[in-house]
């Protein structure tokens, strides 16, 4: 089974590319949904958070009640500390799930699954996915995509930018880039040029099915992975609150640009 990475910033537009993806019949696993299962009041997450910061991050600040997402937004997305402990506490859950539905899909002989995580490179997912597609735009059209779909101010808009690495060292680490800088149609048209470059080969997928192969294979993508760096250590980045090392960009001649026709 092949397992692709999307990732890109907030706003980027990993979610309309998603859509893309599942009319093609892809199955696709989507981090932000799985982040809110895991902090739904039954789930143990939900009592560390709450234990943690409080009633103050929940409607009507009772017990019980669910997570009230702008306010703990604007917690976590205004100070790199509180963020790293929310991310500790979510962050192991969600990718429990993400491998326990990896495994279903698995079993069930599925040939492609596509994990849409927003910080795919900042975690270590990147280190089981066969291809890293990273969704870009430009900061100020991110801004301008948050500000209309979420209805938030400029203040609140840049602080969630900000709270991510700038996207264009993602683009470095990709193996294939959807430049989302035209209109929704040219955005279709880029993600089903790069799918197309990523269909698994059928004899492969049956293949891997054998345990020697799917040893071998599955070898041979973490191999891939490791040689082409860790995002977190080569990403150009000035420290930043999430990271730990770095260092300068790598760019791959093999990266697929996949570039809306009038696009500048
Ligand atoms: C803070 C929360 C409640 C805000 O909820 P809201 O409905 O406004 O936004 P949503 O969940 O749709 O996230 C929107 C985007 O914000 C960005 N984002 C979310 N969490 C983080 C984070 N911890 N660090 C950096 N960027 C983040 C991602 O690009 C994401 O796609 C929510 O994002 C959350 O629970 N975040 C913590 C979990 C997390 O890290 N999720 C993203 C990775 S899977
Ligand atoms: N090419 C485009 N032209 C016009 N609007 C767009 C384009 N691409 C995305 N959008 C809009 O921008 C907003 C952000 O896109 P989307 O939700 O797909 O981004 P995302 O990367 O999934 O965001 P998040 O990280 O916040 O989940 C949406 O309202 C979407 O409809």
Redesign the pocket.
Known sequence: MKVVGLT???????????KTIQSLNIPLIDC?LLARLVVEPTHACYRKLVKYFGTVILQNQQDGQPLDRYKFGTIIFSDAAQRRVANGIIHPAIRNEILKRLFQYWARGTSLVVVDV?LLLEGELWRIVSDVIV?Y?PPETQLE??K??DGLSEEDALARINAQRPLIEKVDYADHVIY?T???E??KTATLKVMDAIKPNPFWTVLAYFPPFTVLLAGWVIAKRHLKGDPRKTLNSKKKDDDSVVAEPVSSPSTTHATPAHAS
């Open positions: 890109g910033g907030i706003a980027s537009g990993k979610s309309t590319v998603s932000d927003p969704v735009c995509r948050i209309a779909r989302n035209s209109d929704l040219s955005l």
